[in-house]
């Protein structure tokens, strides 16, 4: 290759440069936010307050849930968009059968993973916000025009609950004999057994940990854990719920 081809070559890599960084201005310019940001800052609030409320539904049980649904779904017809619409409608639709005492593992799930995926920071200007909004509309969806039980059950499934909970209540174990005892690992730890005993219609269990759930938060406000008979007390209902754990494959 001559100096003459060096040349031409370095001009034109110059001016492919030179045209990359005139268009990369524009490339890079952030989009016009699809909504007005107080009804973004309204909807991420709401969401918020949804998410709090599906935590804490077995505190204060299903009216706060049902509550923050409604007050999503009544933001979405603000809106205007499809989108948020029909997701709102599916909200609500899951919403009644969870009024119903529908509460199969499958409407569990999908409503869990909605209220997650709604928590994120972006809110309705999200990049992904439409996609992310018609999979779970979907999904919804079909959770509630689901049969009322799933069915779906097996040997395998069993199994793989009994050993993560047996995990999950030896660390509650350890939590309960650490000095001072660790109240918030308790909590978390019931709170994921509920979960998971929920997807799993086991009512046994989670109506078993939901009072380990409501003994741990009324010692918590009290700061209780200290006392040898609370202790004793948690430990027990921890027994209950392994023996009702090593039933659901007997």
Request: glycine share 4%; net charge negative.
């Amino acid at each position: 290759m001559t100096d003459e081809d060096d040349s031409a070559a370095g001009r034109s890599a110059a001016a492919t440069l030179e045209a990359t960084a005139a268009i990369l201005p524009w490339l890079v310019k952030p989009q016009q936010p699809r909504f007005a940001p107080a009804l973004n800052a309204r909807w991420k609030l709401t969401c918020e307050l949804l998410h709090q409320a599906w935590s804490e539904r077995h505190d204060a049980g299903s009216s706060d849930l049902r509550a923050a649904v409604f007050a999503l779904y009544n933001l979405s017809l603000e809106t205007a968009d499809s989108h948020c619409l029909r997701l709102g409608e599916a909200l609500a639709s899951v919403a009644d059968r969870l009024d119903e005492g529908i509460a199969t593992a499958r409407l569990i799930a999908a409503l869990s993973s909605c209220i997650d995926c709604l928590s994120e920071a972006e809110g309705l200007e999200h990049p992904l916000f439409i996609e992310r909004a018609q999979h779970f509309s979907e999904r919804l969806e079909r959770a509630a025009a689901a049969p009322d039980s799933d069915n779906e059950r097996s040997s395998i499934i069993d199994r793989l609950f009994i050993g993560e909970a047996r995990e999950r209540l030896e660390r509650m174990r350890d939590a309960l004999a650490a000095l001072p005892p660790d109240g918030k690992t308790l909590r978390i730890e019931t709170e994921e057994l509920i979960q998971d005993a929920e997807q799993l219609s086991l009512f046994g269990i989670v109506h078993g940990a939901r009072l380990l759930l409501k003994i741990l938060h009324q010692a918590s406000q009290h700061q209780s854990f200290e006392s040898e008979t609370i202790r004793n007390h948690v430990l027990r209902q921890i027994d209950a719920l392994e023996q009702l754990t090593l039933a659901v494959d007997g």
